[in-house]
């Protein structure tokens, strides 16, 4: 059995006095409007030699056909009620295009999709997404809108994941120093429990954590900055370096970068 370990190391680019400031954060607004423009791109290697013939040229030409290829993502939140907390209960739309489509492939890429969240006090954003929902066709083959909704609640619970992390551990020692050290329990994406090490370096805040589990092993890379007047992260970039072997199955590696900012 081997093992994983997944390291984190995110570092703030702010000078520290930027993101000094009190332990609490006003609540958000009915009406406002955030949007973040999200850049992801994947180049992944499979080892696809399980596979029968025919379905591993079809796959072999799937992965190339994606690999390397930037897709964007414009996601629009709009508050349309705050709670006795602060949160924001958000209507969320987004749409999407990938370098290297077009016509009817491109078009159908960039439908809007939408799902419901919350955005709180201090930025970060949860989407609305219930893992025990079933999900039943109806008698054309499609899903419910809100079975289609909880699926894009599931893809952006991943996508915000170690962003909403590294604003959980802001939020837990606003009060920054240099040499300053702290540690935050949290869940991931996954809903697995893991430690997170805080330390402060001058101007940077780095977040460090370690994961273990069998067959696949991951490393992130990632930086920020934070609007404290906005109570927003305006940029975050990560990069995961990933491999995963499965002795009965595909085995795959690569490297994913990914960039959520800011834009109004």
Do not use: C
């Not at 984190?8 to 400031?21: C, D, K, Q, T």
């Not at 973040?36 to 591993?56: C, G, Q």
């Amino acid at each position: 059995m081997s093992r994983m370990r997944l390291t984190w190391r995110v570092s703030l680019a702010l000078g520290i006095g930027a993101i000094i400031g009190p332990p609490s954060f006003a609540a958000r607004s009915a009406g406002e409007t955030v949007v973040y423009e999200i850049t992801l791109v994947n180049n992944n290697k499979a080892d696809l030699s399980s596979l029968p013939a025919m379905v591993r040229s079809r796959a072999e030409a799937n992965q190339a056909a994606a690999n390397g290829k930037r897709i964007t993502t414009t996601l629009t939140l709009n508050v349309d009620t705050v709670d006795d907390e602060g949160n924001g209960h958000v209507l969320a739309s987004y749409h999407q295009s990938m370098d290297g489509l077009s016509g009817s492939v491109a078009t159908a890429f960039a439908a809007v999709q939408s799902f419901q969240g919350t955005l709180t006090p201090d930025g970060r954003l949860l989407p609305t997404y219930d893992q025990g929902m079933a999900t039943p066709l109806d008698s054309h083959g499609r899903y419910s809108a809100a079975v289609t909704e909880n699926i894009h609640a599931s893809q952006m619970l991943g996508t915000f994941g170690n962003f909403n992390t590294f604003l959980s551990g802001l939020v837990k020692h606003p009060q920054l120093k240099d040499g300053d050290v702290w540690h935050l329990v949290a869940q991931d994406a996954f809903g697995i429990s893991r430690q997170y090490d805080f330390s402060v370096h001058g101007s940077e805040v780095s977040m460090e954590g370690s994961f273990n589990a069998p067959n696949s092993t991951s490393k992130i890379v990632a930086a920020g900055r934070y609007d404290p007047g906005r109570r927003l992260l305006v940029e975050f970039r990560e990069e995961n370096t990933y491999a995963s072997t499965n002795p009965n199955g595909i085995s795959s590696s690569g490297t994913m970068t990914s960039a959520i900012k800011l834009i109004r």
